[in-house]
């Protein structure tokens, strides 16, 4: 992982002042080079320090921003592995420089990276069939417009696949502050047909720890500081043996 204190753009105003782009279109021919075509000759001991590098991850998270949620989650659960993935650059650069002064100042976050990727069209480069445990969604782009609506990371296409990577039993987490956006996800979801909504006395350790933590990241914070309606709707979904 890079961070950006060692990128030569480290010291431009985008930095110092956080001033990037706050969307990134999913849809658009950016090319966002990975070192490799399969998850099996990905090569994730270049980026985990745990002594044995995973092949399945315990959670991703899927459009994770700054990497909070992954810090957290991985501070906490010291001995499960934690992936982020993001399309933006600069948010990338930011969370793996939050992982690495973690790493280096706590020795903490030695099992969790975050990646750049388009969720929506490189999943199969890095994630092996049925290999992730806990699946996150936390506060996704809303897209308003229906015109941008295949912009979305939850849509029944992104479901199917979501069913593909994770394991039976595996736990499929969404949160959002648009209860539109909710609704439609939760449709999308129930649509699928692989996934069975959990009830709140079914939670596993790890599921209750990541609703613990989902208060936590910077878009629940912004949502908290600055709307009105502070309601956040979350949804738990166990993937069908
Ligand atoms: C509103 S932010 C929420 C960030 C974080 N989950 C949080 O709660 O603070 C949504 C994030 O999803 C990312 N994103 C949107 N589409 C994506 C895609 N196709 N692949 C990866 N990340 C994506 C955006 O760049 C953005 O950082």
């Known amino acids: 992982m890079e961070g950006f204190k060692q990128r030569p753009d480290a010291k431009s105003k985008a930095y110092q002042r956080f001033r990037h782009r706050p969307h990134a279109n999913p849809l658009s ?10 998850p099996d000759q990905f090569p ?25 949620f992954v810090a957290n989650m991985s501070k906490l659960n ?12 600069k948010a ?8 690495i002064d973690k790493r ?4 903490k ?3 969790a990276i975050v990646l750049r990727c388009n969720c929506m069209r490189q999943l ?12 996150t969604i936390m506060f996704p782009d809303p897209q308003f417009k229906n015109s941008k609506e295949r912009r979305r990371v939850v849509s029944t296409m992104l479901v199917s696949e979501y069913a593909y990577y994770l394991e039976e039993g595996g736990h499929f987490l969404t949160c959002t502050d648009v209860e539109d956006l909710a609704s439609f996800m939760h449709e999308c979801i129930k649509l699928n047909g692989n996934f069975e909504e959990v009830e709140e006395a079914n939670y596993t350790d790890l599921v209750k720890c990541a609703l613990g ?20 709707f979350k949804h738990v979904w166990v993937k069908k043996m």
């Open 44 to 68: 994730f001991e270049k980026f985990y320090s745990m002594q044995n590098t995973p092949t399945k991850f315990d959670c991703v998270d899927i459009g994770c921003g700054y990497g909070d």
């Open 213 to 232: 933590q989902m208060d936590g990241t910077a878009d629940a914070a912004r949502h908290q500081r600055k709307d009105e309606d502070k309601r956040v």
């Open 78 to 89: 010291q001995d499960l592995s934690f992936l982020g993935l993001e399309i933006r650059d």
């Open 92 to 99: 990338v650069a930011i969370a793996q420089q939050q992982l």
């Open 104 to 107: 280096t100042n706590e020795n």
């Open 124 to 135: 199969p480069l890095l994630l092996p069939k049925q290999s992730v445990k806990l699946l």
């Open 109 to 111: 976050c030695n099992n």
């Open 29 to 38: 021919d950016m090319e966002i080079i990975l070192p490799a075509q399969r």
